[in-house]
């Protein structure tokens, strides 16, 4: 059974970079046919998807993030992370990692870790 | 990018009722959708792909429809455990999209 667990600092100054790691049991981030995603969750309202990769490298972001946003993957410690730079309180989120799995021709998130929740504040 | 549109943002229902939410995107993606739900405090998990496909696992009691723009889901004898927010996602194009959720609440 797949788990997706994100870690990372809870607190981050304004205009520092936010780091997280999601690491993944059960399955490899470079299992064919899987991609691997990081989506947020601004406190009492939606989702709102950040961007996802593929083990070989591709990677498709949200391009409202774009210009602060790197995605990448660690094959020999099953885990992929998210770095967003010059963050603001507009940061502020609980952040997930889910698994992308493509089924009828398109991308589903499942499952989800548990979320980690991130506040940008001084 | 595509909007997506839920309707209502919360609604209330008792045990054993039938309960139907919409999701209108702002153009056509076919049947390029999926339900999730969200416990309080808990991820979303994926009930429905495909607009119409029941996750494994899930109980028969959820089902959707729809293709194009509108589309629904539709929760039949709601029990207990269902009372959670409800959210569609547009797998059409890039960005991937939400809509705003509905919550399901205990009348």
């Known amino acids: 059974q797949v788990q997706l667990q994100e870690s990372g600092p809870g607190l981050v100054k304004p205009s520092q970079t936010l780091s997280l790691t999601c690491t993944v049991s059960?399955?490899?981030?470079?299992?064919?046919?899987?991609?691997w995603s990081w989506i947020r969750q601004h406190p009492g309202k939606g989702l709102e998807w950040i961007g996802y990769?593929?083990?070989?490298?591709?990677?498709f972001y949200n391009p409202s993030l774009r210009s602060r946003l790197t995605i990448s993957g660690d094959t020999s410690k099953n885990q992929f992370s998210l770095k967003l730079t010059s963050v603001t309180a507009a940061d502020t989120a609980v952040y997930y990692c889910?698994?992308?799995?493509?089924?009828?021709?398109?991308?589903?998130?499942?499952?989800w870790g548990q979320g980690t929740l991130v506040t940008v504040s001084s | 990018d595509i909007q997506m549109t839920q309707s209502p943002s919360s609604v209330s229902a008792s045990v054993g009722d039938r309960v139907s939410i919409t999701c209108r995107a702002s153009?056509?993606?076919?049947?390029?959708l999926g339900w999730y739900q969200q416990k309080a405090g808990k991820a979303p998990k994926l009930l429905i792909y495909?607009?119409?496909i029941l996750e494994s696992g899930v109980p028969s009691r959820f089902s959707g429809s729809g293709s194009g723009t509108e589309f629904t889901l539709t929760i039949n004898s709601l029990q207990p455990e269902d009372f959670a927010s409800y959210y569609c996602?547009?797998?059409?194009?890039?960005?991937?999209?939400f809509g705003g959720g509905t919550k399901v609440e205990i009348k």
């Open positions: 990769m593929y083990y070989s490298g591709t990677i």
């Open positions: 495909a607009a119409s």
């Open positions: 889910a698994r992308v799995v493509y089924s009828s021709g398109r991308g589903w998130f499942d499952p």
């Open positions: 153009q056509d993606i076919s049947t390029w």
């Open positions: 996602q547009q797998a059409t194009s890039f960005p991937l999209t």
């Open positions: 059960g399955d490899s981030i470079s299992s064919v046919g899987y991609y």
